[in-house]
């Protein structure tokens, strides 16, 4: 952002304390990582009649520094483990080759979970205060917890089958 027009030096001193991303450092400059990290422990159900996978349990440790809205922190963090979910187990976009056309591009063909596909979520804010990352020892919330929910489901599954599956989502012909 671009501070107004100097009307003297009050005015200036005004907007010394204000940053903006455009001002922050970047998280690897330095001698200090700034970034926010998590921990994903998933526990997964195979029926090995039908193969269907459903997750059982989720616990997450995340490190998002101060948390300045820990409520919000903890939804931010829900919803991106829940679209990992997603992401693992039901979201495709399927392709016809021949036209180049989106086949599932409606909600009844596209699938997304639903409050049945999800267990309860436990988050757990392991962050101290980084003052190295912000003035306030804040970082990132995003969606840091959607980043590690696939490989954990598809290591749960490795480990519930034997069967590593390496393409999303985790489907009944791949586990076959």
């Known amino acids: ?44 159900r195979v029926d090995e009649d039908f193969g269907t996978v459903r997750v059982s349990r989720v616990v997450s440790a995340l490190d998002s520094g101060r948390l300045y809205n820990p409520k919000l922190a903890e939804s931010q963090w829900k919803g991106g483990i829940i679209m990992g979910i997603g992401q693992a187990l039901l979201e495709e976009g399927i392709v016809d080759r021949r036209h180049g ?56 599954v490795f480990h519930a089958t034997g069967k590593r599956i390496r393409d999303l989502p985790i489907t009944l012909e791949k586990l076959i």
Do not use: Q
């Open 101 to 156: 056309r989106i086949v599932n591009d409606n909600l009844a063909d596209y699938l997304v979970p639903t409050n049945a596909d999800i267990p309860d979520i436990e988050v757990i804010s392991v962050g101290i205060p980084d003052l190295h990352s912000s003035v306030l020892g804040g970082k990132g919330v995003g969606e840091l917890a959607i980043v590690g929910v696939a490989p954990a489901i598809a290591n749960a």
């Open 1 to 44: 952002s671009v501070l107004p027009a100097a009307r003297g030096r009050a005015s200036v001193d005004r907007y010394k304390n204000y940053t903006t991303i455009a001002m922050s450092v970047p998280h690897t400059e330095g001698d200090y990582s700034r970034h926010s990290w998590c921990a994903h422990f998933i526990e997964v």
